[in-house]
């Protein structure tokens, strides 16, 4: 067993009319398994976590890519509905149930996304 401790902060003066700040940090429970891989993208979607794999997990996703159009999709089903869309530089951390297969698709290119799934 291990610990996972992500923390999100998110600040700013000028986004609101009073100043921003909000810091949230948990300590996550890993009681199976733990990876974390990098996986080269393409214009076909493509599976990046099959459901049947995995129980209930938190995912961090990234995309390393530095190109602007190089944007990454994450879909629950091949050309299915988009869930979320990674920026070049952008990044995504969220709990998993396991349901659903997971997969990734780029807007141009063949941008990396790197994935890391944590197992409670």
């Known amino acids: 067993m291990a610990t996972l401790t992500p923390t999100l902060t998110l600040t700013s003066t000028d986004l609101l009319s009073d100043s921003l700040s909000i810091s949230v940090t948990d300590a996550l429970t890993i009681t199976k398994k733990a990876e ?9 979607s493509a599976v990046i976590a099959a459901a049947s794999g995995y129980t209930k997990a938190y995912v961090f996703l990234k995309n390393i890519s530095t190109t602007a159009n190089e944007t990454i ?10 869930y979320i869309l990674l920026g070049a530089g952008e990044f995504a951390f969220f709990p998993w149930a396991a ?11 063949t941008p990396t996304l790197e994935i890391g799934i944590f197992e409670a």
């Open 36 to 44: 974390l891989k990098r996986i080269v993208t393409s214009t076909s």
């Open 73 to 82: 999709t994450i879909e629950k089903a091949d050309g299915g509905d988009e």
């Open 99 to 109: 349901a659903i297969d997971l997969f990734a698709d780029a807007a141009a290119g």
